[in-house]
Structure formats: C-alpha cells, structure tokens
C-alpha cells in the first residue's frame, strides 16, 4: 500500500521539478538577451532550487493526487517571478531593458486573477492552492518594493516587508493566526499594490508622481492590515472572555461546539413550546367540561321541580284548589300570591 501511495504522488513531485527545470530554461534565456551577470544568475537559481524544495515538500504533506490546473498556473507565475527577481538583482549592476521587465512582471499580475478562477470552475482549489498563491503574490510585492526602493527610497520597503513582519508577529501573538472572514477590500488592495508598484518601477512619469503613487499603495496597504489586525484582537478579547477552555480551541471545534448549542437550544425551545401548547389544550378541554356542567345541573334539577309540581296536581285537582281557596291569605306561600291590581283587590 505504501508503495502505491509513493507512486502516485511522484507525478505531483515531478510538477514541482518541472516548475524548477523552466526556471533554469528562462535564466538562461534572460542570459542569453540582456547579458545578466553572476548575481542574477545566482539570485535566479537560487529561487529556482528553494522554490523546488519548499514545493515538494509542502505538496508530500498535502498528499495531492493530484497537481490541478489552477496550481500549474500559479507555477507558471512562481517561474516569472523568479525571471523578474533575477532581473531586480542585476539591476544593481545595470537597469535591465524596461519592456522585459514590465512585460514579465505584467504577465505575472494578470495571471494572479486566472489561477483563482481555474481552481472554482474545475473544482481543484486547496488550501496548498490558496497558500501557494499568496506566497507567489507576496515574494513579487517585496522584490517590486526592493527594486523601486532604489529610486525613491527605503520607506518603499515597507510595501514588500509589511507580510512577513506579520508572520513574524503571528509567532509571537498566536491570536494574529485566525482565519479572517472573506473580504472584498482586502483582494482589491493586494491587487493594486502589484500594479501600483508597477507604474513606479517603469519609470515613465516624474519622480514626484511615483512617490504619490507609491504612497497610496502604502496608504492602502497599511489600513488594510490594521483593519485586519483590529478584527483579530477583538476576536482573540472575545474568545478570552469566554474562558480558557473555548479561547485556544481550533476553530472548527468552537464551530462544532456552537452549531450543537444551536441544536440543543432549538429542541429545548421545542418541547417549551410543546409543553405550553400542551397546557392551553388542557386548560381549553377543562374551560369546555366546566361550561359543558353548568347547563347539565341546571336541566337535572328542573326535571325534579316539574315532578314534583306534577305529583302535586295529580293529587290536589278541584279539592285541592278549593281548599286553596278556602285557605286564608296570610297562610297562602308568597310564591303563589298573584299580584293585583286596586281595581281587581277583593273588597
């Protein structure tokens, strides 16, 4: 099984050393028509072996089956990255020809929005995808930094350094290493930083005007990383607030934890709700037995009366009533006394 497995991930291995071999195809090439020196060449192959080895080894621990479109198109990028960084590093030497350089590195920043799109229409996007991307993206801000820092200053590097102080701050304060949520203004402002950084490095408007240019990218740059860095303070103070047990819990365990809270809640809202529709049915059935009685008692006792009136006229017929007539007045009960007028009273 275990040799199975190492068959079918050399293939995804061999994409990271073909990656590697057009690196070295593409020097030479770029030796070939600009006349680059030793340290482009060294600064180029340099890039060419690490970003083999880094490659390699982050696709063995992914366990691809498979490399994917969409990370062959960001390899592509990784390769012109690496043309243009041995280019920045000659330049200390000499300027390398303008259209080489702004062509590579435009290619490179449109291909930042193909590779994406690749991996959602074929299904192939990974969190090495992802990962692999943005490493790409940030290698090529910092050396667009570098290369326009030499014409209008070391602030420029701020650009290109603001990443990785990040990640080098995420292994002091674990709570800068939360996913954050998707955001549209985040995308737009690493996208303008490349081509910002372009517009500057051609060198084809006046100094002044690329270091306003320059100067929105930074501005952009540094409001989106504090917004980014608030949002994750916040989080970390809320997930403190709930205590030690949910602060340092991965996400996708409070996820969990919050989805069956969710579910308890709902049940025991439910059978609350149950219980009182419950109750309203019993005390309706209740209400409906008491009123059903009342009018029962009612005709239980009149069959009674009328009973009785009739064992009473059944004995007292003409005697009876004219003994009635004979009794005196007073003696009459009131019930019977019919009310008269002063026309009608006996004299």
């Not at 952009?220 to 997930?239: M, P």
């Amino acid at each position: 099984m275990a040799l199975n497995n190492t068959r079918g991930a050399w293939p995804v291995q061999q994409e990271a050393a073909a990656g590697a071999g057009l690196q070295i195809l593409l020097l030479a090439l770029l030796g070939a028509t600009t006349g680059m020196g030793p340290a482009g060449w060294l600064t180029g192959l340099a890039f060419a072996v690490t970003g083999w080895a880094v490659l390699s080894r982050a696709v063995h621990r992914s366990r691809l089956s498979s490399f994917g479109p969409a990370n062959r198109v960001t390899l592509g990028r990784a390769v012109l990255v690496g043309a243009v960084t041995a280019l920045v590093a000659d330049s200390f030497r000499s300027a390398p020809p303008a259209a080489l350089f702004v062509g590579l590195t435009a290619v490179a920043l449109v291909l930042d929005g193909v590779d994406g799109k690749v991996a959602r229409r074929t299904g192939t996007a990974s969190p090495l995808g992802a990962r692999f991307d943005m490493e790409v993206d940030a290698f090529l801000i910092l050396v667009l930094s570098v290369y326009v820092s030499t014409r209008l200053g070391a602030w420029v590097l701020l650009i290109g350094g603001m990443r990785y102080a990040f990640v080098a701050a995420a292994r002091l304060w674990p709570w800068l290493t939360a996913p954050l949520p998707p955001s549209t203004a985040r995308k737009t402002v690493a996208a303008l930083q490349g081509v910002l950084l372009l517009v500057a490095a051609a060198g084809l408007l006046p100094v002044a005007v690329d270091a306003g240019v320059v100067a929105v990218a930074l501005a952009l740059l540094t409001w989106s990383f504090g917004r980014d860095v608030r949002w994750l303070w916040r989080r970390s103070r809320t997930a403190a607030g709930a205590g030690p047990s949910t602060a340092h819990r991965p996400h996708d365990a409070r996820l969990r934890d919050a989805r069956s809270g969710a579910a308890r809640l709902g049940t025991s809202r439910s059978r609350d709700t149950r219980s009182r529709d419950a109750r309203s049915r019993d005390d309706r059935s209740r209400d409906d037995r008491s009123r059903d009685d009342r009018p029962h008692a009612r005709r239980g006792s009149r069959p009674a009366a009328t009973a009785g009136t009739a064992a009473s006229s059944s004995h007292g017929t003409a005697a009876g009533r004219s003994a009635s007539r004979r009794m005196p007045v007073a003696a009459l009960p009131s019930s019977t006394i019919r009310p008269e007028t002063e026309e009608s009273a006996p004299v």
